[in-house]
């Protein structure tokens, strides 16, 4: 088992910026795919940002290309979103996800999940 726990959610203006963590405990965090989702109201759960368990490989839904970065810290346990740039588009719950498959993107790919974070962007 994996217990994930998002922070660093908040209300911000278009324009700015804000940086997600998630702290994983239970397993290996070394050994994961981590992944970030999101999710606004009354639509899909979307995939954001994965990255590889070591860290060199990362990957993005278009529309966040240029102003997301995932990253993570393995002597930490946790994994980060840099959102830059932020619009009023980008307001969703931002949940974390872990699996061990390599390159995961889909929801299915993902077994284990936090509970997420609000991010509301104001324009």
């Known amino acids: 088992q994996v217990q994930l726990v998002e922070s660093g959610g908040g209300l911000v203006q278009a324009g700015g910026s804000l940086r997600l963590s998630c702290a994983a405990s239970?397993?290996?965090?070394?050994?994961?795919?981590m992944g970030w989702f999101r999710q606004a109201p009354g639509k899909e759960r979307e995939f954001v940002a994965g990255i590889s368990w070591g860290g060199s490989s990362t990957w993005y839904v278009d529309s966040v290309k240029g102003r997301f970065t995932i990253s993570r810290d393995n002597a930490k346990n946790t994994v980060y979103l840099q959102m830059n740039s932020l619009k009023p588009e980008d307001t969703a719950v931002y949940i974390c996800?872990?699996?061990?498959?390599?390159?995961?993107?889909?929801?299915?790919?993902?077994?284990?999940w936090g509970q997420g974070t609000q991010v509301t962007i104001s324009s």
């Open positions: 239970g397993r290996t965090f070394s050994m994961l795919t």
């Open positions: 996800a872990a699996t061990n498959r390599y390159g995961a993107r889909a929801k299915g790919e993902f077994d284990f």
